[in-house]
């Protein structure tokens, strides 16, 4: 008995997981049988998503060689439609719906046929329930003996009169096999499946498949008031993420406040173009943290309040004295930074020779928290207090 069963292109199969052609797989290494609905993946499908059977090789390989079985119902060789106006030849293979498949091309078109003889092995007689909804085949499988060579053994499990193979067990010395099917014609590929599923499971299901689809007063009016709540949910699952998403954004703002630089670096920046003062990031080691046309910024964040001992006015120096031009200096400071920004309120944030300095430079100096209120309260009209103030900038 198989515990984890994957099936891929087709749906609603209670003993399985189901995912069609369109949606994004599962881990496929993650399941006990690997059940392939290749017959429902249409031209018009696989002019879509061409390149996804190739992209589950690897781990339809990986179930393969670890003993696990990947049971297939074949479908004619795809390839891409061609487009019109495109081009007449490709210099690449074009990719194939067979493309998952870990050994080179097997399955071939032929004319149509109807007999069919199940081989004797328990591989192949275990089939016999899905072969006898099998009526009629258009593809066989071709053998090739180099794949033996690699220990790679391609063995028959069912044949029709000329001993070609329309049913193959494509097999690895010490791994599973990967069994190809021809399609069921005289049932549907829902129902086909499901016997797949007895087969793997050991078990028929307990009740017919049909009993699903009696009319049953009531039912159909909840299938679509469901339906309804669904899409209702789905939209107010829309707008919690996009509000999720506006809200991650404005914490950045916070960030002014942060004891590590780069976030606190980029918060600033944030908040300086909401005022409308556009700045970018110099490069690491630069004298100060943001340049732009009109501005020249530097943030810092100290333990306490910035003297003239300070770093950051020898690194002001250093950009007064060799990379000025008309930028306005302005100097962010988080001081006190481990300091609620409430117990900050009536401390002394800048040393009066600090302000001496800041006001002979034309340098506008302020804390976190005034930059922070100055973007709450008056962010149209902050640019021009800060172009216009030399030395600290409050606000009241």
Same mark, same amino acid.
């Given at each position: 008995m198989f515990l984890d069963i994957l099936v891929i292109g087709d749906k609603k199969h209670g003993r399985a997981t189901c995912v069609d052609w369109i949606e994004e797989f599962p881990n496929i290494e993650e399941f006990d049988l690997v059940i392939i609905a290749l017959n429902t993946l249409t031209q018009k499908i696989f002019d879509r998503i061409s390149d996804k059977p190739a992209s589950i090789a690897r781990e339809i390989t990986t179930v393969?060689?670890?003993?696990?079985?990947?049971?297939?119902?074949?479908?004619?060789?795809? @390839?891409?439609?061609?487009?019109?106006?495109? /081009?007449?030849?490709?210099?690449?293979?074009? /990719?194939?719906? %067979?493309?998952?498949?870990?050994?080179?091309?097997?399955?071939d078109k032929v004319k149509a046929?109807?007999?069919?003889?199940?081989?004797?092995?328990?591989?192949?007689?275990?089939?016999?329930? %899905?072969?006898?909804?099998?009526?009629?085949?258009?593809?066989?499988?071709?053998?090739?003996?180099?794949?033996?060579?690699?220990?790679?053994?391609?063995?028959?499990?069912?044949?029709?009169r000329s001993g070609k193979m329309i049913s193959a067990a494509i097999q690895v010395s010490i791994g599973g096999a990967i069994c190809l099917l021809p399609e069921p014609t005289t049932c549907s590929t829902h129902e086909a499946i499901e016997i797949l599923i007895d087969i793997a499971t050991g078990k028929e299901r307990?009740? /017919?498949?049909?009993?699903?689809?009696?009319?049953?007063?009531?039912?159909? @009016?909840?299938? @679509?008031e469901i339906k309804q709540r669904e899409g209702e949910a789905a939209l107010v699952q829309r707008k919690i993420s996009e509000l999720k998403s506006k809200r991650l954004e404005l914490e950045k703002y916070r960030a002014v406040f942060s004891v590590h630089e780069d976030p606190q670096v980029e918060a600033v920046n944030r908040i300086l173009k909401d005022m409308g003062i556009e700045t970018e990031r110099t490069q690491p080691a630069f004298v100060i943290d943001l340049v732009g046309k009109e501005a020249a910024i530097e943030v810092t964040s100290v333990t306490g309040k910035i003297d003239s001992s300070s770093n950051k006015m020898f690194q002001l120096t250093q950009f007064i004295e060799k990379h000025h031009k008309n930028e306005k200096i302005v100097l962010v400071a988080n001081t006190y930074k481990r300091e609620d920004p409430k117990t900050r309120r009536g401390k002394e944030d800048f040393t009066h020779p600090v302000i001496d300095f800041l006001k002979a430079n034309q340098v506008c100096a302020m804390t976190s928290s005034t930059l922070l209120e100055l973007w709450k309260r008056e962010k149209s009209t902050a640019k021009n207090r800060i172009m216009q103030t030399n030395g600290e900038l409050r606000v009241a």
């Open positions: 393969w060689v670890t003993g696990r079985p990947v049971w297939c119902i074949m479908e004619d060789p795809l @390839s891409p439609s061609r487009r019109a106006g495109g /081009p007449k030849a490709h210099p690449y293979p074009l /990719p194939s719906n %067979y493309d998952w498949l870990p050994v080179p091309k097997l399955v046929g109807s007999t069919l003889e199940v081989e004797d092995s328990p591989e192949a007689q275990k089939f016999r329930p %899905y072969f006898a909804k099998v009526k009629g085949w258009n593809l066989e499988i071709q053998h090739h003996e180099k794949l033996e060579g690699k220990g790679i053994f391609v063995s028959p499990i069912a044949t029709n307990l009740e /017919p498949e049909w009993m699903d689809q009696i009319e049953i007063p009531g039912i159909s @009016s909840i299938d @679509s």
